[in-house]
């Protein structure tokens, strides 16, 4: 199996399966590579729809010369605890903030959410941000504003007065509310649509069936949220000998 890190060609191979429909799994087999290296290949560089072999090659290239010049102390280099390898948490660092650009966000947006999710405390301040992902503080702070925009990040204030960015448990439960009450816009919208268009009329009955649809999601969404939230609180606690345990912080 072939070592190393992807060629041109093989990049341009992948962008042909993903062309045609193939799995990641019988792309990597055609190229005798890890299922797993061409997964992060493609989800650190727009994901299935938006894959381009020339764009991702230069990609990688411009990666691989940023962490060649980056200086001594500089924003790569960032100190792993627990034993990690600083290189494969930047890999998934890479990989996580694919994701984030596949459902959605912008890429600058995206980086800054997958730089907090890889940090044990998350959160860092706009200075530790752009140091580590080698930006301005000003597109920090427009990615923040962002984030904060759709209840992914939070801001608050550490003892000495500085401004912290912070990922905690209770946001994914708030951004799933938020996600769920965005439909209500367009139900209580559609079902005024209804009456204009006539009861029982075609386009009527595709607002109202659509206005149905969502409200039943909706519903369903927010229920499960309350009754997954403990989830969020859930902590693993490590025993001497290696093993996990779950445990709740919640009384």
């Not at 299935?48 to 200086?71: F, I, M, V």
């Not at 459902?103 to 800054?112: D, E, K, Q, T």
């Not at 702070?141 to 448990?169: H, M, P, Q, W």
């Not at 606690?237 to 445990?247: C, E, F, N, Q, Y």
Request: hydrophobic fraction near 35%.
């Amino acid at each position: 199996m072939p070592g190393g890190r992807l060629t041109q060609q093989e990049r341009q191979q992948i962008a042909a399966g993903l062309a045609d429909g193939l799995a990641y799994a019988e792309i990597a087999r055609r190229l005798d590579r890890p299922t797993s290296t061409v997964t992060r290949e493609v989800m650190r560089n727009g994901g299935p729809a938006g894959y381009r072999a020339d764009l991702a090659h230069r990609a990688t290239q411009q990666r691989t010369r940023r962490r060649g010049t980056a200086a001594p102390g500089g924003s790569r280099e960032v100190a792993q605890p627990y034993g990690r390898d600083a290189e494969a948490v930047h890999d998934y660092q890479e990989t996580l903030t694919g994701v984030f650009v596949t459902s959605g966000l912008p890429r600058m947006m995206a980086r800054v959410l997958g730089c907090l999710y890889t940090t044990d405390t998350g959160s860092l301040t706009a200075s530790e941000l752009a140091r580590r992902l080698q930006v301005s503080p000003a597109s920090v702070s427009k990615a923040i504003t962002f984030l904060e925009g759709l209840d992914l990040v939070r801001r608050e204030r550490d003892e000495g007065r500085r401004e912290r960015y912070v990922v905690d448990d209770d946001l994914w439960y708030r951004s799933m509310i938020r996600s769920a009450r965005a439909n209500d816009q367009f139900i209580e919208t559609a079902r005024q649509g209804v009456g204009v268009l006539g009861h029982g009329t075609p386009a009527a009955t595709r607002l109202e069936n659509a206005a149905r649809f969502l409200d039943f999601v909706s519903e369903g969404l927010i229920r499960a949220a309350e009754q997954g939230r403990e989830v969020l609180y859930t902590r693993t606690g490590t025993a001497p000998d290696g093993t996990a345990a779950p445990r709740s912080d919640r009384a």
